[in-house]
């Protein structure tokens, strides 16, 4: 049953993220909306709610252990606890490996590992703590399976160089 979960969504902004926090809210959820653009948030919450949902947001830098956790709280304060985190926020660079955008490799194992992992690390304690909780995490077919094209992306699933 979605309907009365509470949802944390990293990467919530655009895309699959906003797209998921839309859908679940129209099925009863309480969604609780995370990312760095604030007026896309706010945007994206106004249209929740003028629909007859639930939601609120908060700026959060997912690199940051402390906005994970300030995310977290809101979930707590809004609506009384955590039943889903939702580990979205990510970012795709494609290029050649041998371009040797070391920057974009930085910034992907930032947002797409530290990202995921300090999201748990903000909210494990609390399902720890009530003996339930669900994790779920974006990946991507290019974390799973190697292809021709000479390139480095870094999903949840893994590291992937091919
Ligand atoms: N679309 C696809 O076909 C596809 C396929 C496979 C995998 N994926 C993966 O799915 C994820 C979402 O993709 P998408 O297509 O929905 O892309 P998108 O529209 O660009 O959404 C990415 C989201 O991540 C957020 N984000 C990026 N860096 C962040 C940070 N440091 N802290 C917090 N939020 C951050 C962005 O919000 P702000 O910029 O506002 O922070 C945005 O809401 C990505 O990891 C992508 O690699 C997508």
Redesign the pocket.
């Known amino acids: 049953m979605i309907k009365d979960k509470v949802v944390v969504i ?9 797209e998921t926090a839309k859908l679940l809210a129209s099925q009863g959820a309480k969604v609780v909306l ?4 604030e007026e ?1 948030l706010q945007a994206l919450a106004t249209e929740i709610i003028d629909a007859g949902g639930q939601a609120v947001y908060r700026v ?4 940051r252990p402390e906005d994970n956790e300030n995310l977290v709280q809101l979930a707590k304060d809004a609506f009384g606890g955590i039943d889903v985190m939702f580990l ?5 660079p494609v290029a050649p490996m041998s371009k040797l955008h070391v920057g974009e490799w930085d910034k992907m194992i930032d ?2 590992i530290k ?1 995921v992992l300090n999201g748990i690390a903000a909210a494990l304690p609390t399902f720890k703590a009530q003996k339930a909780g669900h994790f779920v995490a ?5 974390g799973l399976k190697p292809t021709p094209a000479v390139r480095f992306t870094a ?1 949840p699933s893994g590291l992937c160089v091919t």
């Open positions: 990293t990467g919530a902004s655009s895309g699959i993220g906003a995370g990312a760095r653009r896309k959060t830098d997912v690199v979205n926020a990510g970012l795709m947002v797409n990202g974006t990946s991507s077919v290019a999903q």
